[in-house]
């Protein structure tokens, strides 16, 4: 049987705030990828490319549950019944298993920005998926959504977060 390592890259504290609204943020991530699109390929990281999801995610839910979400606490509960009835509907094959990839990266970014802006912490990637780190401890949020959406109902995303709290 083969060994299974993780192997996690050095933690990357976050450079993008946060603490600015939905308009500002998508403002910031267009003009970042204008410049990146310019000849600036240094200006993308994974900080960058979580936003870009999760701004995608935000659109997402907008279109498909007619809601609105911003990166609150607040919208913790309404992810976690977004994810379910997502999940729902990848498992009955109503959403096929490419879209459910897509999704799984757009909610990742969602979830980790919630994270970064209310907990705090840095960002990761490894081998097995994205993630934050809070005070030492990496919590893959990438791996945690893909269960959730493949019908691991353990994996809900309000009791991830309350226990992040804690670190």
Known sequence: MADFEVKVGPVEACKIDYSKSIEELTAYYDDLAKKIAGGQPELANGEFM??????DFLDLVKRVFNMDLDFEETSIP?????????????????IPPEA???IMKKASGFLSV???????????SSNIGYGVNINGTNAFVYNRIGR????????????????????
Do not use: H, M, P
């Open 114 to 124: 919630i994270i970064w802006k209310n907990i705090g912490g840095g960002f990761i």
């Open 148 to 167: 959730r959406l493949q019908g691991d109902t353990s994996c809900d995303v309000t009791s991830f977060y309350e226990e992040l709290k804690k670190l």
């Open 78 to 94: 309404k992810l976690d019944q977004i994810i379910a009835a997502l999940s729902q509907a990848i498992l009955t094959k109503k």
């Open 50 to 55: 979580q936003l870009g999801y999760a701004l």
């Open 100 to 102: 459910g990839g897509d």
